[in-house]
């Protein structure tokens, strides 16, 4: 027997017991990397329930959406809390409550939070909806969807250490405008799946693009008005995937999935499912 053949024979016996040095991709990464478009709820199923409550959640699962997006602050503890706009005016009823105008979400303690009711300013029939947790919305959705969290404000650290309690690294993904937050919750978590979230004030350069990738982001996510064929092509020739927001015209919709796009980020999932799944 040559040395040449002995050391090939040997490899040969070793290669089962080396571990595989190709990690597993996780449920999030599985899930992303599918040809699209996957049909993203836009803070729940926001036409038919006050957006970014657990109603709006549960109708966005139940219509079976590949993802349901939300965003979030810290409330004055640092509890991550859900809710769009950084005031409560909009989409609560905190000025009756408190007699006053303009609060902000970061200065307003939790059991404040939970006294409002996040649901008549819709709909009377949802009176009594309250503002939910991060925790208590990934809990809802994770029942039959995937989360997409929309880090408004607050740190990565907050919001890992929260992912990891609920063993959920592997199932969420994670976007923001800050691609600072993006970066520091690669650098913390690299297995999470992270969006770099652009708007319409920002073209699409490939200087832009660059900046996007080194964040550590699989996906650009932008705004649909702003996006081009020639834009998705130059997403993925990155090897990034390309979503868009806020996207309701089916029409358009179907324009942007022969166009390659791969994740439409939509207030009407039900009507976006039909239209470029047919179902
Ligand atoms: O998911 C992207 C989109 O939600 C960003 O805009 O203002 O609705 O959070 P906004
Ligand atoms: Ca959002």
Redesign the pocket.
Known sequence: MTNMFRLLATLFLLVPTIPSLAMEPTPAQKLVSQPGPLV?A??GDSVHAPENTLPAFASAVKLKADLV?L?YYHCKEGVPVVI?DNFLDRTTDAEAIFGKAKMLVEESPLADLQKLDAGSWFDPKFKGTRLPTLAESLTCIQAGSVT?I?R?KGDAATCIKLLRELKLTGRVVV?S?DWKYVRDCHDLEPTLVLAA?GSGKDPLSEARLAAAAETGASIV?WDHNKLTKDQIDAIHARGLKAWC??LDDSARGKDLAAAGIDGI?TNAPGRMLKAVRGK
Do not use: G, P
């Open positions: 993203i836009h803070r997006e965003d769009h997409l929309e408004k976007q405008f979230l996510a927001y806020t980020i």
